[in-house]
């Protein structure tokens, strides 16, 4: 039996359960084949088998209504479910049971709409119709109100109606109907065959009650002939209780179409802890009675069982076992298994809930396999496994005995049936109850021919498959025969005297043996034997009252009578009761006392009766007398040696007699890991160290082990047992169980808050602690401290422990349970020990109030933890805290005489204790301390107004200085502004142009870089052949392909459409077939035209405006191409030399004023962004540098301007410039490769950003070296000499290498002013404040001095050489204005933005702020901001609205504010020249675009590009192939697009071989 608890407590720590919580409680469900609907307040679920919900559906509207499903049912034949609530006034709705949200069906006024009236449905069959039977009742219902009623389902008109089929009257049973009914509750419903009931609570009056069920012959036609004359009858359970509620029922079907209705009934007494009883009733077999005449009663077959706190039930039969599943009030699920005869097997938990809450009164069979139940309890549903049958060996499988299981031969383990295939399962349960100890039996079988071993194997007696038995010894086989027939002869001679050891081996299927100890039936006995009978039958032999031999039949069922308990009635007498007394009938009996025997007496009934005669002769020297019981020479079995006290053959026993009684158990409640340590309290346990605990769970019995017992009480232990109540009793040595104790087993303790959740170091704080089951807490380990508890109520404390050491000030709480720790989820943090300050006493009354004062802390300290004691000449006198503790104040009172002085107050929190004592009395320094006072405040007063005038004095000098220093620095940038001379580069210079197809690579890849360069044919070698394109077949296909158009352009939408197509692939894909098509501009500008249109039938659709804005799309990079192939040359012969003007002057500009080399901001600047405002004074020097010469030739010298305040780098790279500027070329120089030295009188210093002379500042910034660092003078010799090749330590070759160089280093800002004052000697210098607003006008004076290049750049762009617009630009912008007359914009505003988004913003644009584009140049990131500012006002002059600029408008819109509406007026008059310029003819535009061609052909790697171009088609191919097929025009070319991809996997083929 504990194997079977095991096993099944196994099933519940590996988790066999699977669990879905809801927001609020369950109130309704129901399971079809497929789905589990569960209803809770205003909510429907649907759920599939394993519990994960597929639909959540609301059953109100809104939050202010509520509904309750008081019914829910699947019909499953019509694939519906019916739901039945509160909302919508008690309506009824049919819904789709595959789509729940799909009402196919509505009545509203159906139920009760009270949340506690009592309803209840069932859909029942009537001549082959089904209709919903209800039944409802609620405390408000009048006489006249329906109380059951049969309603209409299959008819969508009357759908929930109760009328007659053929209308007119609705049959109803009305309250009147019941005399003398008071209360009713509806509990359950059902049909069986063609009967159909209702089940409730009827209370007729505040004195009685009674279970009443109400029976309907459904198979009538007509409503009202069903429902009367109405029958019912009342239930009465059980006998001995009388229970008259119903708490839950459930039908049991039987097989050949009967079913048994199984009840729990509750007594209604909560206060009787076995309040509910289990009753099982015939139905089919009862009688009814009319409301007229007396009431028939209707009793229980069987009352089944009492158990505490029953609310669920579901019964099934299985495989010729009942079994019952029980939910109860503390959240169990519990299983009984029962068999034919209604005798109890054994019992289970199959699920605990763990917030023990009740179990919901519907517990549910999953409809498949019968492995699960669904279970509810509260706001959680749980699908429950019934068995374990998994694995285990046949043995085990047998000793489960659970219907369930099975033997799976195939499998060769235990499962369950559906588990199995080919129907190959041997069940293990059959028939009566069967003997769970033993799977094999045998019997030794005198024969005419000799001894034969008969063995029994009790699987399946029903077996008839061709299993087959052998037994072997232990050097040989004996014999083998088929099964079940198995037997064996066994010759004499093999018989050993101590047995002999056989295994019988059961084959083909099973595979199952058994080790068998086969004896000779007349040696088994053995003298010492207390169960002489019990061991012959075990050994298969025969008994026969007085020996043991050889059985003659094996059918013959043998049983050993046996001692079982004796009873003393009275002096003189002992009662010995007997089992199996018919054994021993007629048989001369004797008594037998520590070995002297008397004559018994009649046995009666199975007791014996033996008189104790000459008590003189009976031994009595021990504390107990055994007592046997002979028959002939031989005892019958006394298993459990039966004996009596001694005295009470001397007479000597107590008055009290020899019955033990129990009067307490302590503790009667544990958890369920048991008690280690329990005492039974009570008298007369005589047993002494045969006194046993008898403990008594469900239906298991197990006898425990005392650890020690006196006459008074008994020391044990209680095992490990289930949730729920269990019973114990002291077993004696007289058989019989004495007393009865109730022991309770709960769930383990769990722990909840712990306050309070501080401690001081010193420790001996009470922490309480709550949470449940507290009262089983053994103790708690705090740290590694273990401490007793204390019980108060429902919760315990501790006292926290001192604290040697604090590695940590969070402590972790444990509680024990039975050896096991429980981790609390609270943690204790602890504090310093509190910090007392000192006192001060009061006179009140008699009494001395004393006020304490304390540090601040966090321990949160209340008057119960401290305790306060005056302290008066040696004297201790309690002083109560009389307050709460507020602000760090404690107030106590005493009775104390307290004078002056030599009071003292001990103060203890816990385990701390500390004592103050009473301050030196100051109270005549009261009368000097006003005079002190006085003469403090005037030399105050005198001394701070002293300060006062001296500050103001400083302060006002500091603000002249101020005004001085604004003033100064902004007369200065007046002055520099109105007379600085511009010495800025003008006239011609050498350009580097970059040459066409590098130029064409940086516009079509601007963010590739070096991996664009396979596509310029004098960069990769392997595309090097300009032939390719004709000899490799697949980039011909591939290109024929491109060149039809309406491929092309379908093949653009399709990956456009695409949302893997990024933005990023478009521009590549536009590149990459702009430079396919390169060769044939004229093919590519037409489709670049049918691409503009569709997009402009996108943009006209929304917003027009803002077409051409952004670069999304193919034809808008497209565009960009386009232009810059078109505008190449005038952009070479025009426009490219004012650009290269400005960006020089720009850069020489920057470079005229100190520029931080770390942030490269400058003083002269067009960005306020790139404004160095923080500058210091410097002062140009003009160094005469020496350049070394090459053999043969002389030194080469150049005065090279440099501020004082430049780097050594700065210093290198404006030699190097100047150089450049005078040669034309850097020769072999580079700044990275070459040194400078300062040539002061011979002696050569050579300069170095970072030396050993550098100054690091305190936050660990290290100043670049300057020239002033090494106070270079003006007209300073400098060397240049070529850096030595030394072995390099890193790859650096300059620190601005270092990843963290603009930490490591500073120049000019982010550096400490005062340091940097201190290199150049100047500490005494007054430091000057600086604002960034001072040094706004260096960015006026930097736009004044580039202003001409501006002017000059712009007016070449818009510019008209001859009268004549560029062809590209005039082309494109009548295409514009041809598309804005097409699609009829009379908005003029429109085109001009058509226009301005095509050309300035979408070319020009990018080749001002990119000068890279187009010169072979390097780019700094503060030109970039400089060229952002002049681009932003080339926009500016673009825009048709006027801006409305105000003083705190940025500055890069401020700077060029006045010049923006001239230059407008100059783009109008642009935009009016192109649009009245005469027409280009197509032949005009198709010759320009030729010609472009043939002037730039073989510069480009086609095949590079059709091979980029293939890797999008191959990505979205079979996009590409839907999209021809829905296009008619397309399907000649799909054959083209896969012998293209044919071509392709040929090649790679090829190329990988």
């Not at 005198?446 to 498959?465: E, F, P, Q, S, Y």
């Not at 002869?489 to 050891?501: M, P, Y």
Request: overall charge neutral.
């Amino acid at each position: 039996m504990f194997f079977i608890v095991a096993f099944a407590l196994l099933c519940l720590k590996t988790s066999c359960q699977e669990t879905r919580r809801f927001r609020s409680d369950v109130n309704n469900l129901a399971i079809s084949a497929k789905e589990i609907f569960v209803a809770t307040d205003n909510f429907l679920y649907k759920l599939n088998h394993s519990l994960n919900v597929e639909v959540e559906e609301a059953l109100v509207l809104d939050k202010s209504q509520f509904n309750r499903v008081k019914i829910l049912l699947v019909w499953e034949d019509n694939g519906t479910l019916v739901l039945c609530g509160t909302g919508d006034g008690g309506a009824c709705e049919v819904r789709d049971l595959h789509n729940v949200s799909h009402i196919t069906g509505k009545k509203k006024s159906v139920v009760l709409t009270q949340l506690n009236g009592s309803v209840v449905g069932f859909i029942y069959d009537s001549n082959g119709k089904k209709y919903l039977a209800l039944g409802a009742f609620a405390t408000s219902m009048q006489t006249s109100d329906e109380m059951i009623t049969l309603r209409n389902l299959e008819h969508t008109v009357d759908l929930f109606t109760a009328q007659e089929k053929d209308g007119g009257l609705t049959p109803s049973i009305k309250r009147e109907d019941i005399p003398g009914v008071g209360l009713l509750e509806f509990v359950d419903g059902f049909q069986i065959k063609n009967i159909s009931y209702f089940v409730s609570n009827m209370q007729v009056n505040s004195s009685y009650s009674n279970v009443t069920i109400f029976r309907m012959n459904t198979s009538l036609e007509y409503k009202n002939q069903i429902l009367k004359p109405l029958n019912y009858t009342a239930v009465l359970c059980c006998a001995d209780k009388p229970c008259t509620k119903l708490l839950a029922s459930t039908l049991l079907l039987r097989s050949g179409d009967s079913a048994l209705w199984v009840g729990v009934f509750s007594a209604g007494r909560t206060g009787d802890s076995d309040n509910t009883v289990l009753g099982l009733f015939d139905l089919e077999n009862m009688k009814f009675s009319e409301p007229s005449k007396d009431c028939s009663i209707l009793k229980p077959i069987k009352e089944l069982l009492v158990h505490v706190n029953l609310t669920a039930v579901l019964a099934i039969e299985v495989n010729q076992r009942i079994v019952l599943f029980f939910g109860t009030g503390d959240g169990m699920v519990l299983k009984f298994v029962m068999d034919q005869k209604l005798h109890f097997m054994w019992k289970t938990v199959l699920h605990e809930f763990t917030e023990e809450k009740a179990v919901f009164r519907k517990m549910v069979l999953g409809p498949s396999s019968e492995k699960y139940i669904y279970a509810a309890a509260a706001n959680q549903i749980t699908k429950i496994k019934v068995a374990n049958c998994g694995g285990g060996t046949l043995k085990e499988c047998w000793e489960q005995q659970d219907p369930f299981c099975g033997w799976c031969t195939p499998k060769n383990s235990c499962s369950f049936k559906s588990e199995c295939q080919n129907f190959n399962w041997v069940p293990m349960v059959e028939g009566p109850m069967q003997d769970t100890r033993q799977l094999i039996s045998f019997k030794m079988l005198r024969t005419d021919t000799g001894v034969v071993a008969k063995i029994t194997m009790h699987v399946n007696r029903n077996l008839t498959k061709n299993y087959y038995c052998q037994l072997s010894g232990k050097d040989n086989s004996l014999c083998e025969s088929s099964f079940p027939q198995c037997t064996c002869k066994i010759e004499n001679d093999t018989f050993l005297s101590q047995g002999l050891q056989v295994t019988v081996n059961i084959n083909q299927s099973l595979n199952f043996s058994e080790i068998l100890s086969l004896h000779d039936c007349r040696n088994v006995v053995k003298e010492t034997s207390k169960t002489p009978c019990l061991d012959c039958i075990k050994a298969g032999c025969s008994w026969s009252g007085y020996d043991c031999s050889f059985a003659t039949s094996e059918t013959k069922v043998e049983k050993c009578p046996a001692l079982l308990e004796l009873n003393m009635t009275r002096p003189n007498e002992i009662a010995i009761r007997l089992d199996h007394p018919d054994e021993l009938k007629s048989k001369n009996l004797m008594c037998v006392f520590n070995g002297k025997q008397t004559k018994a007496g009649v046995l009666n009934n199975g007791i014996l009766m033996c008189e104790l005669v000459n008590n003189n002769n009976i031994s009595t020297s021990g504390a107990l007398t055994s007592v046997n019981v002979l028959i002939g020479n031989s005892l019958i079995d006394n298993p459990q040696s039966l004996s009596v006290p001694s005295c009470y053959f001397t007479g000597q026993c107590k008055e009290s007699g020899l019955n033990a009684n129990i009067t307490d158990l302590i503790p009667n409640e544990v958890s369920i890991a048991g008690k280690r340590q329990v005492i039974i309290k009570g008298k007369n346990f005589w047993g002494g160290n045969a006194t046993k605990v008898q403990f008594t769970q469900f239906l298991s019995v197990t006898e425990l082990q005392v650890e020690s017992s006196t006459e008074t009480e008994i020391k044990f232990a209680l095992p490990k047992a289930s949730k729920g109540n269990a019973e114990v009793c002291v077993k004696l040595p007289d058989g019989r169980c004495h007393g009865s104790a109730r022991v309770t087993y709960r769930h383990k303790p769990s722990c909840g808050s712990i306050f309070p959740s501080t401690m001081w170091d010193s420790g001996g704080r009470y922490l309480n602690i709550n949470g449940t089951s507290m009262n089983l807490v053994e103790e708690v380990i705090f740290e590694n401290y273990t401490i007793t508890l204390e019980l108060l109520g429902r919760n315990v404390r501790f006292k926290t422990p001192k604290l040697t050491s604090q590695p940590s000030r969070l402590h972790s709480v444990k509680l024990v349970v039975v050896g096991e720790e429980l981790i609390c989820e609270t943690n204790i943090r602890s504090y310093p020990d509190a910090e007392f300050q000192g006192f001060t006493t009061t006179a009140v009354g008699n009494q001395w109030q004393i006020t304490i004062k304390k540090k601040s802390d966090q321990l949160g300290i209340t008057k119960d933890d401290v305790i306060v004691d005056a302290i008066v000449n040696n004297k201790i006198y309690p002083c109560p805290v009389v307050e709460d503790i507020v602000n760090d104040t404690i107030i106590c009172k005493t009775d104390a005489s307290i004078g002056l002085s030599g009071l003292k107050v001990q103060i203890r929190l816990g385990n701390f204790s500390t004592v103050l004592e009473q301050p030196f009395n100051w109270l005549w320094l009261l009368l000097i301390i006003p005079f002190i006072f006085i003469f403090l405040i005037i030399g105050a007063c005198c001394i701070t107004r002293r300060k006062e005038k001296e500050l103001s004095r400083k302060l006002s000098q500091q603000l002249e200085l101020l005004e001085n220093d604004i003033r100064n620095e902004i007369r200065e940038g007046f002055a520099e502004l109105q007379t600085e001379k511009s010495d800025l580069i003008e006239g011609s210079v050498v350009l580097p142009f970059l040459d066409y197809k590098h130029f064409a690579n940086r516009i079509f890849f601007p963010e590739a870089g070096s991996n664009s360069r396979c596509f310029v044919n004098d960069i990769c070698a392997p595309f090097q052949d300009t032939q390719e394109l004709n000899t490799d077949e697949f980039s011909k296909a591939l290109f024929d392909l491109l060149s039809n158009k309406l491929f092309l352009i379908s093949l653009v939408h399709t990956l456009e459409a695409q949302k893997t197509f990024t933005i990023k692939d478009r521009c590549n894909f536009a590149s990459c077939l702009t430079i396919a098509l390169h060769s044939n501009l004229d093919y590519l500008t037409d489709v670049m035209k049918d691409l503009l249109r569709d997009l402009m039938d996108q943009s006209t659709n929304t917003q027009p405006k803002l077409m051409l804005r952004r670069t999304e799309s193919v034809v808008e990079k497209l565009l960009t191409n386009w232009m810059s192939i078109c505008l190449y040359g005038f952009l070479r012969e025009s426009v490219g030399e004012p650009l290269f003007l400005l960006v020089s002057a720009l850069s020489q500009r920057i470079s005229k004023g100190p520029v931080d080399a770390i942030t490269e901001k400058a003083l002269y600047t067009l960005n306020e962004d790139w404004l160095l405002w923080q500058a210091q004074d410097f002062i140009n020097l003009k160094l005469n540098v020496t350049f070394p010469a090459s053999p043969g030739t002389e030194d080469i010298t150049l005065d090279v301007n440099v501020l004082d305040c430049d780097t050594i780098e700065q210093g290198k790279e404006k030699i190097l410039q100047i150089f450049k500027m005078k040669f034309g070329y850097f020769q072999q120089f580079q700044a990275k490769h070459i040194d400078i030295e300062y040539d002061n009188n011979g002696i050569y210093l050579r300069l170095q950003e970072i030396d050993q002379s550098s100054k690091a500042l305190d936050n660990g910034t290290t100043v670049l070296n300057t020239f002033i660092h090494y106070k270079i003078p003006d007209g300073a010799k400098i060397r240049v000499t070529r850096r030595t090749n030394q072995p390099k330590i890193s790859t650096q070759e300059s620190i601005k290498d270092d990843s963290n160089y603009d930490k490591k280093y500073c120049h000019l800002i982010k550096a400490d002013l005062e340091e940097l004052e201190d290199q150049v000697n100047s500490a005494q210098k007054r430091k000057k404040v600086k604002l960034k607003e001072v040094y706004l006008t260096k960015l006026l004076s930097t736009k004044v001095a580039v202003h001409s290049f501006v002017e000059n750049l712009f007016r070449t762009i818009w510019g008209t050489p001859n009268s004549k617009v560029p062809i590209a630009i005039k082309y494109f912008f009548d295409f514009l204005d041809r598309q804005g007359e097409n699609k009829k914009i009379t908005d003029p505003d429109v085109l001009h933005i058509w226009k301005t988004n095509s050309l300035p913003l979408r070319f020009w644009v990018n080749i001002l702020k990119n000068p890279q584009f187009v010169f072979d140049m390097e780019k700094s990131a503060h030109l970039d901001g400089c060229l952002s500012v002049i681009a932003q006002a080339f926009m500016d002059c673009f825009s048709l609205t006027d801006q409305q600029l105000g003083k705190h408008a940025p500055t890069n819109k401020l700077l060029y504010a006045k010049d923006i509406p001239q230059f407008k007026e100059e783009v109008k008059a642009y935009y009016k020249q192109i649009r009245e310029s005469p027409p280009l003819s197509d032949e005009d535009i198709k010759n320009f675009l030729m010609e472009e061609s043939k002037k730039h052909e073989n510069e480009f790697n086609v095949p590079a590009a059709l091979g980029e171009i293939y890797k999008y088609i191959s990505t979205h191919f079979t996009e590409l192939l839907a999209s021809m097929e829905e296009e008619e025009a397309l399907q000649n070319i799909k054959g083209q697009l896969l012998h293209v991809r044919d071509l392709f996997e040929e090649r790679k083929m090829i190329r990988w071989q």
